[in-house]
C-alpha cells in the first residue's frame, strides 16, 4: 500500500450517512455567522429531526452562552447515538476528490485526508511540512479542547493550501477520475442556498500513486533551506491548533500508561482530517476578513478610531457617497480601508487612503489593537462578507471596517520568510463558501 508518511498525510476512514441527504446532513463551519443567531436557528429548522451535523458541531454564535459543558456533552452524546444507532455506513479508506459549487458560480476543488499532527506547527517561524499562516491566539485554544477531547467523532472544516501552479496534486487526481465516469460517494445541494457539493472516492492503488507522485513533486518544490514548506492552513487554524493540543496530552498520556510506541504511532487522535486546496484553484477566492468595532457606551469612540487610525497609518480621509461606492474603493486598493457607521442617524462611507506597500493587514492590525486596548467598552468581530458588515454597521455602538484584497502569487513566501499572518488576515471565500461538514471519521 502507497505510504504518504513523507508528506505529513494518511488515508483516513471516512465515515458519512447510509442515507446522505446533504442538504440536512452537512452544515458550514462552526465559525462562520458568530453575530447572526438567525442563521443558525434556520439551519435548525431546516435540519429538524434528522441526522445533521448540526448535533455534533459547537457553532461559535453560542460560545458565551450558559450551559457550555452541557452543550458539549450533548454533542459528544450525539456523536456515540450516530455510531451505535447506524446512522453511517461502513468506513471507506480512502481520500475524497470534491468539487463544490458555491452560490456564486464558483467550483472549488478539494482533497479530504488525514493530516498527521506531528508533522504540523502553529508556532511562527516553524519549519514543519505544514505551517500556520496567521497568529495563534492561544486562549481560544482551551475552550475548542474541551470540545474535541474525548470526542468519538471528527469533522473537519480545516482547508490546507498546496502551493500548485501546475495544478498536480488535486485536479490531477480529480481529471483521472472524472474522465474515467465513476460515480461520486455523493452529491447534492447544501442548505440556505449555499451551492452543491461532489465527492468521489480516491481508494485504487493506481490512483494513490497518482496522487504520491503529485506530492513528491511539490515536495521537492517546496524544499528550501534545509526545510520543506508544503501545506499553509487557510481555514481552521485554531482547530488545527487545537486538535494538536489534545494530541499532545493524549499522547502523553499514553506514553506515562506505558503503551508500545506503535500504538502510539497508530493512534486516530494522532491526525486530523483535513481538505487540500490548490491555491491557485480558479474557484478559491482570497477574501480580506473585515473588522467590526463596538462600543454602545461611547458615541465620539468612532470618530476617534478614525482620527487615530489616520495619523497612525498616515492616511487621508475621503467620504463617499453610498456603501457601494465604499466597497467599490476598497477593492480597487491593496492599501486602502472602509469605515461604515451611523452618526446621529446619518450614514458614515469614510475612505482611509494609505501608502501602505507591504501587506496592509499587517500594519493595520496593530494601530486597532493599539486602539482597542485604550479605549474602554470597545471591542471587536470579525467578519466574513461586506454585506455582513454593512448589515452591522447599522446598528447603534458598531462600526464596519472593510479591508482591502489578499493576492495570492507570493503568499508562500511571505509566510516562509515572515512567518505568520496577524491573525484574521485573510478568508477564503464569502461566509456561505466555507467548508460544509460532511465526512467524519472516528477519533477517541
Not at 480545516?158 to 460515480?183: C, F, Q, S, T
Not at 467598552?377 to 448589515?391: K, M, S, W
Request: aromatic share 10%; glycine share 8%; proline share 5%.
Amino acid at each position: 500500500m502507497t505510504n504518504f508518511s513523507e508528506y505529513g498525510l494518511s488515508v483516513p476512514e471516512i465515515l458519512f450517512p447510509k442515507n446522505l441527504d446533504t442538504k440536512t446532513w452537512s452544515v458550514v463551519a462552526c465559525d462562520q455567522y458568530t453575530q447572526d443567531r438567525e442563521y443558525w436557528a434556520a439551519a435548525k429548522k431546516e435540519a429538524g429531526d434528522k441526522p445533521s451535523t448540526l448535533n455534533l458541531i459547537f457553532p461559535e454564535v453560542y460560545l458565551n452562552d450558559e450551559g457550555k459543558a452541557e452543550r458539549i456533552q450533548k454533542i459528544k452524546e450525539a456523536m456515540a447515538s450516530y455510531i451505535d444507532g447506524g446512522v453511517f455506513g461502513q468506513p471507506k479508506k480512502a481520500f475524497v476528490y470534491v468539487e463544490r459549487t458555491t452560490a456564486y458560480g464558483r467550483v472549488r476543488k478539494g482533497l479530504v485526508a488525514a493530516l498527521d499532527l506531528d508533522s504540523y506547527e502553529w508556532k511562527p517561524f516553524s519549519t514543519a511540512l505544514t505551517r500556520a499562516t496567521e497568529a495563534t491566539i492561544l486562549e481560544r485554544i482551551p475552550p475548542r479542547m474541551e470540545i474535541r477531547r474525548g470526542a468519538p467523532l471528527e469533522l473537519p472544516h480545516i482547508m490546507l493550501l498546496a502551493n500548485d501552479p501546475g495544478h498536480l496534486l488535486v485536479e490531477g487526481i480529480g481529471g483521472k477520475i472524472k474522465a474515467r465516469g465513476d460515480a461520486p460517494l455523493y452529491q447534492g445541494p447544501l442548505m440556505q442556498e449555499s451551492g452543491s457539493i461532489k465527492g468521489w472516492a480516491v481508494e485504487s492503488e493506481e490512483d494513490l500513486k497518482a496522487v504520491q507522485a503529485a506530492l513528491q513533486k511539490l515536495y521537492e518544490a517546496g524544499s528550501k533551506n534545509g526545510s520543506t514548506f508544503l501545506f499553509a492552513v487557510g481555514d481552521g487554524n485554531h482547530s488545527l491548533a487545537t486538535a494538536k493540543a489534545v494530541w499532545e496530552e493524549e499522547k502523553k498520556r499514553l506514553q506515562e500508561a506505558g503503551a508500545a510506541q506503535e500504538r502510539i504511532q497508530e493512534s486516530p487522535v494522532r491526525y486530523a482530517l483535513v481538505e487540500i486546496v490548490n491555491i491557485y484553484d480558479a474557484g478559491l477566492t482570497f477574501e480580506p476578513i473585515h473588522r467590526v468595532v463596538f462600543n454602545k457606551a461611547d458615541a465620539s469612540a468612532f470618530e476617534a478610531l478614525t482620527a487615530f487610525l489616520q495619523e497612525k497609518l498616515g492616511a487621508q480621509i475621503q467620504e463617499l457617497s453610498t456603501t457601494q461606492a465604499l466597497e467599490e474603493a476598497v477593492k480597487k486598493s491593496t492599501a486602502d480601508f472602509g469605515l461604515y457607521y451611523k452618526k446621529d442617524g446619518a450614514q458614515k462611507q469614510i475612505l482611509l487612503k494609505t501608502k501602505i506597500t507591504d501587506l496592509a493587514v499587517s500594519r493595520f492590525q496593530p494601530a486597532l489593537d493599539s486602539f482597542i486596548k485604550e479605549s474602554a467598552g470597545t471591542e471587536i468581530d470579525y467578519i466574513h462578507g461586506a454585506e455582513e458588515v454593512f448589515r452591522l454597521g447599522e446598528k447603534d455602538g458598531a462600526l464596519g471596517i472593510l479591508l482591502p484584497p489578499v493576492a495570492k502569487d507570493s503568499f508562500f513566501d511571505t509566510i516562509g520568510s515572515l512567518g505568520p499572518l496577524p491573525r484574521k488576515s485573510f478568508s477564503m471565500g464569502e461566509a456561505s463558501e466555507k467548508r460544509f461538514y460532511l465526512e467524519a471519521r472516528r477519533l477517541f
